[in-house]
């Protein structure tokens, strides 16, 4: 009898041992299955291009960390359809050929969506080459009026030069400022000249006038003394304005100031960044600026996202910054919507899609991919950005 029940014991416990080893196997492949399925689902890979070193770099890096922040947002809620969005970025180094190579780089790459670029120059260069190919850019801060109106594969988040010509011109005539010298920086084609054609209609519309353009290449020592010189040479000169990046426009705005130039200085929202404040110190003072952020907005959405992007940064948020996580946002709903990021589809749904809640208002982007946006006037006072237009 204690045998048969030691050889039954044994039984038993075999058995207990091929069920363990029946779940361990069942476990294992479930396992197995899990992983495949999540290495299945591959990235979802969106290219970001724009200048992203030089002094030329401030307004491409902080819409790059825009981009960021919604991307983080993203993936922490679980990506698109399960996918994980991955940023693949290049730098453009501000140079008009480097932006044309760049497009054939993103397509062998297979990448189909691309953020960029963040100065209507490079975009403009790069425009023929993304026309040919079967890719879908997005410009957060391309406002050039020769890209608009056009059924293309070019999409925007920000409105046109029209629009800051008119809040600078509405803004300088309550205040009496009739007379103008412009100071252009010719480098970014597509934009600069655009944005002077329409400051010059706004203000002889109004009654004022350009006394000279002053244009120039590179700011090098010499061109700012030269520079100077002319304007000093305009003895009824009320007002400057300065189209350039903010590096340059704080650069000149020093040069004046310590030469005694006293007129109203302002500039376009390209300049709308920290460098201005940075780099031009006290001197800056009193410049006013085209501004697309109400930075004294109390929306919970906006909040969140400054705080996010200056604990993550340790920079305050720009309009740069702003209109790329809307464009990120707007694309991530477009891409969820239609399944896969086939550009011709992407854009079909924005266009469809319409109208955008943003940080602070909603936005639209009409049947062209054009976007309209309300401009405000800053003026800085004590290193700081304070409104000072009367539209609330």
């Known amino acids: 009898m204690i045998e048969d029940s030691c050889v039954w014991c044994y039984v038993i ?6 069920k363990k080893k029946v779940w361990v196997s069942i476990i294992f492949l479930l396992v197995i299955i899990m992983t495949c399925g999540c290495a ?24 790059r960390r825009g981009v960021e922040i919604a991307i983080e947002k993203i993936n922490n809620n679980g990506g698109i359809h399960g996918r994980k969005i991955e940023l693949v970025i290049k730098d453009d180094l501000f140079d008009q050929n480097r932006a044309k190579e760049i497009v054939g780089e993103f397509v062998k790459e297979g990448i189909q969506i691309v953020i960029g670029h963040y100065t209507s120059g490079e975009m403009t260069a790069a425009y023929d080459e993304v026309k040919k190919q079967d890719i879908l850019y997005l410009g957060p801060t391309i406002s050039a009026d020769a890209l608009g109106g056009i ?12 629009e800051q010509a008119q809040i600078i011109t509405k803004v300088a005539l309550e205040k009496k400022q009739k007379k103008f010298v412009v100071i252009i920086d010719n480098k970014n084609i597509g934009f600069n000249e655009m944005l002077y054609k329409n400051f010059e209609d706004c203000l002889n519309e109004g009654g004022g006038s350009i006394l000279t353009k002053i244009t120039y290449d590179n700011l090098d020592d010499d061109t700012i003394v030269k520079i100077s010189n002319e304007i000093k ?44 404040l940075r780099i031009g110190g006290e001197y800056v003072d009193g410049v006013n600026v085209v501004s697309g952020v109400d930075y004294d907005n109390t929306s919970e959405e906006f909040i969140e996202f400054q705080d996010a ?60 991919g054009d976007n309209t946006r309300n401009y405000m006037l800053d003026q800085i006072m004590k290193g700081g950005y304070v409104r000072v237009d009367n539209d609330e």
């Open 13 to 18: 416990r075999k058995g207990n041992d091929m």
């Open 40 to 63: 299945g689902k591959k990235p979802i890979k969106i290219g970001l291009v724009g200048t992203m070193t030089g002094k030329q770099s401030d307004l491409s890096v902080s819409g």
């Open 151 to 162: 059924d293309d594969n070019f999409i925007r988040f920000i409105a046109s030069t029209k």
């Open 233 to 276: 040479a305009q003895k009824e000169v009320e007002s400057l304005f300065i189209i350039s990046n903010a590096s340059d426009l704080a650069t000149i705005t020093k040069e004046c100031r310590k030469r005694n130039i006293e007129s109203t200085i302002y500039g376009p929202l390209w300049a709308h960044t920290d460098d201005l």
């Open 309 to 368: 992007f200056y604990k993550k940064y340790g920079k305050e948020v720009s309009f740069s910054s702003i209109y790329s996580y809307e464009a990120m946002m707007a694309l991530s709903i477009a891409i969820e919507s239609v399944g896969n990021t086939d550009p011709k589809k992407v854009k079909a749904k924005i266009i469809e899609i319409g109208t955008f809640q943003g940080l602070q208002e909603k936005f639209l982007i009409d049947q062209y």
